[in-house]
């Protein structure tokens, strides 16, 4: 597993983080589906080191991660997975269930 210790802007304590390659194992998504959540605003990373644009993630990120991977396997559109996670409960119980896929 790769590591790497990226001082947070704001904070003056250092925090664990992991790069895109060790974070993806961790959670079971692809680089690229990660990038494309980036560029989407639904899973951004921690920091990216302005030195190599290497995307760097938490391990407090994890949960978000699968939970976004768990929905989108079952075939939930992205808006609605953005509304089940960011969104208040009352909006998240009322979020689309098109594309639902159920298999036994």
Do not use: K, N
Request: charged content about 25%; proline content about 7%.
């Amino acid at each position: 597993m790769t590591w790497a210790r990226v001082h947070p802007s704001a904070m003056a304590v250092f925090e664990e983080v992991l790069m895109i390659g060790a974070f993806d194992r961790l959670v079971g998504l692809m680089p690229c589906a990660m990038r494309f959540y980036d560029d989407c605003g639904v899973l951004q990373p921690a920091s990216v080191d302005p030195a190599t644009d290497d995307r760097l993630y938490t391990v407090r990120q994890e949960r978000r991660a699968v939970l976004l991977g768990d929905f989108r396997e079952m075939g939930r559109p992205l808006s609605a997975v953005r509304v089940v996670l960011d969104g208040p409960t009352q909006e998240a119980s009322l979020a689309p269930r098109d594309g639902i896929v159920c298999s036994r």
